[in-house]
Structure formats: C-alpha cells, structure tokens
C-alpha cells in the first residue's frame, strides 16, 4: 500500500504535474479498482478526477482560501483493463473569486479517452498556511 | 479489509436494502476515505452513489442486459468526519429500453443530506446467466 | 404575445405557486417551442426549470443578495406534443450561504414526468430592494 | 421575427457553420432573451447549446437514425448584455454507436467565455430520409 495516506493512497494515484494552470495524476488499473462485474469501478475516475481538480484549484488559489469540491460530474466513454495506466489532466475552464470549475480528460496508455467530466470547487474564504497548502498540494509556496 | 472484492471492499461498502425500486448502501467513514486535509474526500461519494445505482439497475433490468454506467453527477452538501455512517439511497428516476436514471441520496446518522446526485445507466443487450446477477446484485434471480 | 416581459413571456410561462420552499410553474406547448422536426426543443425545459428555479432561490433569498444561476442541468425523459400543458416544480435539495441548489420536475398534464433537472445558484452578496425582489419574484416582501 | 420556425427562430439562433466535426451557432441578446432582472435568461445557452448540439450530432449521424437529447447541462461563466453577439460551438467529445456527447462553448464578441456545457444524445434507430436531415440540419447529405 502506497505511503500516500488517505483515497489517493488507496488507489495509487499519483500527481506527475503540478502547476497552477495544469495538474496531471497518474495510476495503474488494478484489483481494487474493479466493481463485481471485474470491469474498472466508476467511482475511481470520479474520485481522480476530484482530487487533480482540487489540487490544481489550491495551487491556484495559494493561502487565500481554500478549496471544497461542490460538484462533480463525469462522464464514462470506454472500458479499460487491469494493467492499463490511466493519465488525468485537470485544466481550467474558470477560475472565479467564489467558485472555480475544472475540467478533467482521463486518457489510457494509448491515448483513447476513457473518461471526462468537470469538477466545481466552492473558494471557502479562510486564511490557509503555506505548509498547509503545500502539504496538501505537494507544491511548495514561495 | 473486507472480503468484498474491488472499490466496494476497499471502501466497506455494504448493501443493506436490495430491491428492484430501491438499493440501500451503507458505510463508515474512515482513515482511507480521506483527503490530504483530513476530511472526507468527495469521491466517495461518486463511488457509492455509482456502486449502488448500477446494483439497483442491475436488479431492475435482471438477465435481460447488462448495466454500465455513462454518467454519474454528484453534489457535495455537508461535510461528514471519520466515525460518521453513510447511508446511500437509489431510488430511479426513469428506467427506459436503452437507458436507466437513478437518484442517490446520502445521509449521515443523524439523517442530514451530506451528499445528492444522479447516475445514468446504459443497458446494454447483451444477455446475462442468472448466476452473473445474482453475484452483481446480491439478490437471487428467480 | 404575453405581458410578461423578456424570454418568460415568450415562452408563455407563467408562476401558478410562489413559496419560498415550493414554486411551481406552467406553459402550454405550442409552435413557439418547437426544434425543426416538430417536437419540443429541449431549451424549453432548461428554461422553464432556469426562471422556477431562480424565482424559488430569490423568493428564499429575500432582500439579503441576488441569486444568479451557475448552472443548469435537465434530463429530457419524455417526448410531448403541442397542447400538453407542462407543469414544473421547483423544490429546495439545498440552501445554503453562498449557494443554493434546487430540484426540478416537470410533468405533462396526466402526470407523467417529461423532465427533470437541478439548478445551482450563487447568492450574491448585494442588497436588494424590496420593490426589486417583488417585481422579480411576484411576491410582495413583507 | 424570423423565417426559422420554432424556438431557433424565436431566439434568432442561426447555425453559421455546419460540419460533421464543428457546428458553429451565432446570435444577438436582445429583450426576448431577458430574465425579469433584465440580464441573460439562462435558458437561452441551453436552448442554443442543445439545438447545435443536436444538428452536430444528426449530420454526424445522418441518415442512419434520429438524435434526440436525453441531457443538456450547461454552466453560466460570466453576464452578457443586449446587443453582445454570443458565438456557440459544438466540438465532440464521443460518438458511439447508439449515444453522442457533445461539449459546447459560447463566447461574446470579444472571445470571453460566456457559458459552456455538454449535450447528451440518444441514436434512436429509425431511418430518416435524406430531405428530412437535410431540413433538420441546413445540409444537403450526398
């Protein structure tokens, strides 16, 4: 089990790009992904797809607030395998005082898109400290 | 860990109520639901909402098709802590020929909405042994 | 052509129930609402449940702020036909500071459900005159 | 008032560039598009997203079946005002054997982004003459 505590830490996901205007996460399909059918459970985009978007969306936001997801949807297109490594990159579509809105593309090792979908965050307006942010971001803020 | 297989065991999910017109889900939240600042992370609820509304599907559509989910919309409403019990509700919105739309619905253990969506259901035609439901489902098909 | 100004009145909705936990509206598909193969468009219903929602919102709201929509998202379930009288509903999921989220039904007149959706709104933080939220919401604030 | 029948008309919605892969839709705010506050009704993005949407997806499809929207959500980014010239375009996101999805974006007359969102369509299988899409969708199919 990986050191990363927490959902992301259960699945595997690691983020491999971490910037304000793009974050991406990675992970490799495996046994505890699947729903009983031995397909990849849905909620594994979702959850992937809630943690690359509130990363990115503190990243932006620094310490001046932070980030709570309020909705997220996404959209399942195609059925990937155990094995398969799935790439999730966040990128904006808005980036607003009170609310941002991301949205998320998760692609297989060949490039097809396998889901998409977007991801509201709610700015709570609450002073965060740079180590908090950091730790939450894995992105030192200067 | 939990001897259910996949995302469902790894979350401790359980299904407690399994009918055609409405599946109940239940889980407490723990240490691997969390995100890096300690609280729930929102795609647990993705995943249970996603779990129980194909289960519930499932059941309704039987041996005639299988379900795959195509989208799955989930709002956050209230934060829940560790130790909190998480009771998820489908009950459908429209169940038609090609495709199915469940409500989810998720409260704590004092009956607070912490969570609402929806999950779209594809049917697909592709008939399915009664020994295949019933291991998806929980529920003996007749 | 209505009295009623701006896109309501060009869709011939009109406002039957004004609560602040209920706000029920109602049209009659006519020729105005049509897409090019003759069967109602579905902006209608993303229209109607946008107005019913944003009246229900603001009606809550009082003279505390200005609701706007965020988004809007409707599920089309049902075809009907011009002379079915539709009528939808506006119900609270969630009301809160900043936000608020409302659940939409809309049924033809034998009670068959056709659509439905939820509306999110932002509360903004801007008061509003009394005489403004009247006009807008058709309810005297007392 | 236009010589587009039905809504598009009503709406003075006109489809400026038609393709299988790209549909572009232009119009004008004017007082028909108005809520009671006198600002952009949001219904009339979802009315454009859904009706540029559901032609992009029938000259894709062709003669080969009748696309209808089973799901129109659409985010609200920023306020336009009378007379701002809004452009909308539909790109695809899939287009599978029996559901399209399709993402929209509208932007003012200086490139902002206004509102943006995603249209579902179900394939129903019914032939459809050539004339038929062709009126449907402005473009004569070989």
Redesign the interface.
């Known amino acids: 089990m990986s050191e990363i505590?927490?959902?992301?830490?259960?699945l595997g996901v690691e983020h491999v790009e971490l910037t304000a205007d793009k974050v991406v996460a990675r992970f490799t399909i495996g046994?505890?992904?699947?729903?009983?059918?031995?397909i990849p459970?849905?909620?594994?985009y979702?959850?992937?797809?809630?943690?690359t978007a509130?990363v990115a969306g503190q990243i932006w936001l620094g310490t001046k607030g932070?980030v709570?997801?309020?909705?997220?949807?996404?959209?399942?297109?195609r059925?990937a395998k155990v094995g398969d490594t799935i790439t999730t990159t966040a990128t904006p579509?808005?980036r607003g005082r009170?609310?941002q809105?991301w949205h998320l593309d998760s692609h297989d090792q060949d490039g097809r898109?396998v889901a998409?979908g977007?991801v509201?965050l709610?700015n709570l307006d609450r002073e965060l400290p740079a180590e908090?942010v950091a730790?939450?971001t894995g992105v030192p803020v200067p």
């Open positions: 505590p927490g959902l992301d830490g259960v046994d505890q992904h699947l729903q009983p059918f031995g459970h849905g909620g594994i979702c959850s992937v797809h809630e943690s509130s932070v709570v997801g309020t909705n997220n949807s996404t959209d399942f297109l059925q579509i808005h009170s609310q809105l898109l998409q977007q509201r709610a908090a730790q939450f």
